[in-house]
């Protein structure tokens, strides 16, 4: 039986799977269908010669969820709420996004203003009843939600997170109008303070929740068409994987699905090669995205804003993401710079080169004139350089450069907002760039990374095994993941032990109990993580802190605070005796641990020239260099590759620019030194 790992790109669909008794290993590559993606997903099976019957568990990663929301894509849905706080989702925090820029608009809300609602209600912060619901506006509102013709409703009260019973009362009144709806509770969603972002992140949930549903239902049911036994598996944007079923109720859990596998393949490599802080970067025909990868994991924010004041308060992998990969399209700004994306030629029509009806020049396009790519990317498409020579010498005319100038200043600015990008998700988690592998992922990855990389002063670039299919290979390696939390607030020394480990009990039960209905047999190797959301006594951030297993008394509460200290110094490079650490949140998860994978299979030619398949000329730094071109996957532990080169694997290609060396290390990853 296979296990198999699909990435849904907005370009490409993934595949990689390994036969569970052999350990045979396959790849493969399709465009992403976008008119309906489950067929990409089926397309890439059938490439790489699997029988749908043959699969035991198919996991799967998707951006369907954060398209749907980006686009405003999904059918109407409506929100109720407290009275006085019907434009709580739209007004935010009163952030500026710019602060010097007059004229910035927000984003669209999420749920259109003539389908908010409000009943009057009052809990206060201690769970009790200050107002009761009023039936009869509760009963008038859910009129008007039946006759809109509404799919899904989120309800979000003001202090839900301390009692969700007026919630719960207003869904059971809605249940009685319209039995057939999707219904979501803030209560339930993420019982916690702000209401900001936990009004925000149900109105999400609620919104998404007909477009996974038929997403689900499609795939599904395309899979048992092919006689799929299996089991579905969806990526989560914490880190592990969750049944379809669970899928279908928290897409909210799922706005980071594809990029999660890309962390998990950064994870492994932390147990395969030796380096214990690994920059997770994915480079694929839309965007750009980069991550933190220590110990083996990948950090964990729990305020991801999807867009400005559009903030998800679910635990995700800190994945920064820009529009910025190899179909990023160059263009003229009004004030004459040359520019690169964030807009893409996605898959259809795809870059010019391809001859699928693309007319703008991308960054695809520029790496082939440059000589950076096969004209037949590895015998799979015959590129048209031609066209792509034409759409270029347009756009350098716009700007007064020669051709070549053009496409070599078209991958500059689209390194350099990949390394801003970097930048940001250092700088903003306090690490030192130069204490970090660069790993590089994703089709177009391995093209740029040496000089994001050298950019950023980074010393060593990492392009492993399977790199072009990366996210699909690290979706084989994850776990089955719960994730809870509570809402707790005191001091440290303050808090009630007893209470503590009330909630914390509470959590373990509710994180191990939806493991095992989402199909984890073994309940008794199930992981439990604990942890609180942190912060000095005034503050208005959280950091997580990890919190010690067994029974907490008064005599951990020194530690915890001094674990606190620490994080907290790691995190902002300060900490402070003056001001006490408080409790916020405690959350739990639950971990059920998969087979490991086998080990990657290396290929390796007992002719070390075997490697070498030619010669071509290279443009760099304004100048045409003759370069080896070597197959990739003929690379052996003895080879010494010095820059300029140009290596070529059956999904990825990497560019080796001058000043830089290369080997293969015992996985079959290419190691990268960088002359900064």
């Known amino acids: 039986m296979w296990r198999v790992g699909i990435d849904v790109g907005g370009t490409f669909t993934d595949l990689f799977a390994w036969e569970e008794k052999t350990g045979k290993q396959v790849t493969a590559k399709v465009l992403t269908t976008k008119q309906d993606r489950s067929i990409a997903v089926l397309e890439s099976i059938e490439k790489a010669g699997i029988s749908i019957s043959d699969i035991s568990y198919l996991m799967h990663g998707t951006t369907t969820a954060t398209n749907a929301l980006i686009e405003r894509s999904y059918p109407d849905a409506a929100f109720i709420t407290t009275e006085g706080f019907r434009d709580t989702i739209e007004i935010g925090r009163q952030h500026r996004q710019h602060l010097y820029d007059p004229y910035q608009t927000k984003p669209k809300p999420i749920i259109k203003r003539r389908y908010r609602y409000t009943v009057p209600e009052r809990t206060n912060v201690r769970g009790e009843t200050e107002r009761p619901l009023d039936v009869a506006v509760a009963r008038g509102v859910a009129e008007k939600i039946k006759a809109a013709g509404i799919q899904s409703v989120a309800i979000g009260f003001i202090n839900s997170y301390a009692s969700g019973e007026h919630e719960e009362q207003m869904r059971d009144i809605l249940r009685e109008y319209c039995p057939d709806l999707h219904i979501v509770l803030s209560s339930e969603t993420r019982p916690i303070f702000r209401e900001h972002g936990r009004f925000v992140t149900t109105a999400v949930r609620a919104a998404c929740m007909p477009v996974m549903v038929k997403y689900m239902d499609d795939l599904e049911k395309r899979l048992d068409q092919h006689g799929f036994t299996g089991k579905l598996l969806i990526l989560k944007s914490s880190g592990g994987v969750m049944s379809a079923g669970a899928a279908r109720q928290h897409p909210e859990d799922m706005l980071e699905s594809g990029p999660a596998g890309g962390v998990a393949y950064a994870g492994y490599l932390t147990e395969q090669s030796g380096f214990d802080r690994i920059l997770h970067t994915d480079v694929g025909g839309t965007s750009f995205d980069v991550s933190i990868v220590e110990h083996g994991k990948g950090l964990i924010t729990r305020d991801h804003e999807l867009e400005w004041e559009v903030p998800i308060v679910v635990p995700m992998l800190d994945i920064h993401s820009v529009g910025s990969g190899g179909g990023s399209i160059g263009w003229v700004d009004a004030g004459g710079s040359l520019r690169v994306g964030p807009k893409s030629a996605g898959s259809e029509p795809g870059p010019v080169c391809y001859g699928r009806g693309g007319t703008q020049p991308t960054i695809t396009d520029a790496n082939l004139l440059l000589g950076r790519l096969d004209p037949t990317l590895n015998g799979k498409i015959d590129l048209d350089i031609e066209a792509a020579r034409k759409a270029m010498d347009k756009l350098a005319g716009e ?201 990657v299979e290396v290929h390796y030619s007992a002719d070390e020239k075997a490697a070498i398949k030619g010669q071509r000329d290279v443009y760099f730094d304004g100048e045409w260099t003759r370069c080896d071109i070597y197959e990739g996957e003929a690379l052996t532990t003895h080879h010494q590759i010095h820059g300029p080169a140009i290596i070529e694997y059956d999904h990825a290609c990497t560019v080796l620019p001058p000043k830089t060396h290369a080997h293969v290390n015992a996985m079959g990853a290419l190691v990268i030194d960088i002359e900064i």
Do not use: W
């Open 399 to 599: 700007i007064g450069l020669t051709t070549l100038a053009t496409a070599e200043g078209m991958i500059r600015i689209g390194c350099e907002y990949m390394a801003q990008a970097v930048k940001k998700v250092l700088v903003a988690r306090g690490r030192d760039p130069r204490d970090f592998v660069y790993a590089s992922f994703g089709g177009a990855g391995a093209l740029a990374a040496c000089f994001v990389a050298r950019s950023m002063n980074i010393p060593k670039v990492i392009v492993p095994p399977h790199a072009g299919v990366a996210s699909a290979f690290g979706a084989t390696v994850m776990d089955l993941r719960q994730d809870i939390e509570h809402f707790y607030y005191s001091p440290v020394m303050e808090a009630d032990p007893g209470k503590v480990n009330e909630i914390l009990n509470d959590l373990e039960a509710s994180a191990r109990k939806e493991l095992v209905q989402q199909g984890f047999a073994n309940e008794q190797e199930i992981e439990i993580i604990r942890s609180a959301q942190m912060r000095y006594v005034g503050q208005s951030y959280e950091v997580d802190t990890p919190l010690p297993n067994g029974v907490l008394t008064t005599a951990h509460l020194p530690g915890i605070e001094n674990e606190f200290h620490g994080v907290h110094l790691q995190e902002f490079g300060v900490s402070s005796d003056d001001f006490a650490p408080a409790f916020v949140s405690f959350s739990v998860t639950a971990i059920g641990r998969m087979d490991d994978p086998p080990p």
